[in-house]
């Protein structure tokens, strides 16, 4: 099997092949693996397919309704490639992901924590990944160093209204009582302004309907969690 063929058959369901690795005993990757194909979301094309799929009661009637989307288009997608999918949401315990993509693919921890790329900035995610049986060969994964190491102003750390982000240190509390006030709404509805700030990977921005999911998805869940 190609990777042009597990490329194409997730971007009919609107999401994007994030590189892939051959696995070793210290990925975690289980089951039967001999080749591990992320796959994600950057650009537009995930959040049409995803609206374009679903109705807008289900996308306000269920918890995780992107999650619940994400599940069922990748498990169509890996059985007809004959693969296993692998989710990031589905736990505890929860699957390395993050260590798995900077297998994959050139993206670095950014000050405020979540995983930048040279090209997407801070606009992108992974949803899932395919793990094939046999060793597949796969595109040369590029060489890039982190964006952030040429910031030298790194606007992320000093634009949150309520000093919610530091390097090393997130302070929860302080921004769900931020985002979930008045003066909190421009975080709720076009996202965080500590992400907003990083000059990588603007014009791959999320459009406010996703950006307002998201937001209501972080609240839910955190507070769910205290």
């Avoid at 994007?16 to 650009?43: I, M, Q, S, W, Y």
Wanted: contains cysteine; aromatic residues 8%; charged residues 20%.
């Amino acid at each position: 099997m190609e990777f042009t063929e597990i490329s194409d058959a997730a971007a009919l369901v609107g999401l994007t092949c994030r590189g892939g690795f051959h696995p070793c005993p210290d990925d975690a990757v289980p089951g039967e693996a001999g080749t591990v194909v992320l796959v994600g979301n950057a650009g537009p094309d995930m959040w049409r397919a995803f609206t374009a799929g679903t109705s807008s009661e289900d996308r306000q009637g269920s918890d995780n309704p992107l999650d619940t989307w994400t599940r069922r288009v990748l498990t169509g997608v890996a059985r007809s490639l004959g693969a296993t999918p692998l989710f990031p949401f589905e736990g505890p315990p929860f699957l390395p992901f993050s260590r798995w993509a900077k297998r994959a693919e050139p993206v670095f921890t950014s000050p405020v924590g979540p995983l930048i790329h040279p090209e997407y900035g801070l606009w992108h995610a992974y949803r899932g990944a395919l793990v094939f049986a046999k060793i597949l060969a796969l595109p040369p994964r590029p060489e890039a160093i982190s964006p952030c190491d040429q910031c030298a102003d790194k606007p992320c750390l000093s634009t949150c209204p309520v000093d919610a982000l530091s390097a090393g240190r997130y302070d929860v509390p302080a921004c769900l009582a931020h985002i979930t006030s008045p003066a909190g709404m421009d975080c709720m509805m076009l996202h965080c302004r500590a992400r907003r700030a990083c000059p990588v990977g603007r014009r791959y921005q999320y459009e406010p309907d996703q950006s307002m999911l998201h937001m209501r998805g972080f609240v839910g869940h955190k507070t769910l969690a205290r």
